[in-house]
Nanobody
Framework: EVQLVQSGGGLVQAGGSLRLSCAGS????????TGWFRQAQGKEREGVSC????????EYRDSMKGRFTISSDTAKNTVYLQMNNLTPEDTAVYYC????????????????????WGQGTQVTVSS
């Protein structure tokens, strides 16, 4: 059974940083792709960033480029999301999700492209 366990998150002041972790089990980690998504209160869930776990190709939502960095540690079966220069607009519940990497050259920022989801973690940025 594929499971994703998230850690990190919390409360930070504007301009601060947080790192989220997403640890996978029950899967051949290198053969999967992982995405980070977020859902603010009253809004739809949106893609933040994604990575092909083994190959390392990544993508970012435009508003996150230069502030967020996604990475994968194949030895630890873990994907990280480093978030810098946070603003109150980044406040949301953040989710990681994973699915088989179809080796089509890219990952996906669509919520419909992922099969397994983490439990979510709250990120709150105060002004």
């Amino acid at each position: 059974e594929v499971q994703l366990v998230q850690s990190g998150g919390g409360l930070v002041q504007a301009g601060g940083s947080l790192r989220l972790s997403c640890a996978g089990s029950g899967l051949a980690f290198d053969d999967y792709r992982t995405g980070w998504f977020r859902q603010a209160q009253g809004k739809e869930r949106e893609g933040v960033s994604c990575i092909r776990n083994g190959e390392g190709t990544s993508e970012y939502r435009d508003s996150m480029k230069g502030r967020f960095t996604i990475s994968s540690d194949t030895a630890k079966n873990t994907v990280y999301l480093q978030m810098n220069n946070l603003t109150p607009e980044d406040t949301a519940v953040y989710y990681c999700a994973t699915t088989w990497d179809w080796n089509d050259g890219s990952c996906s920022l669509s919520i419909y492209g992922y099969e397994y989801w983490g439990q979510g973690t709250q990120v709150t940025v105060s002004s």
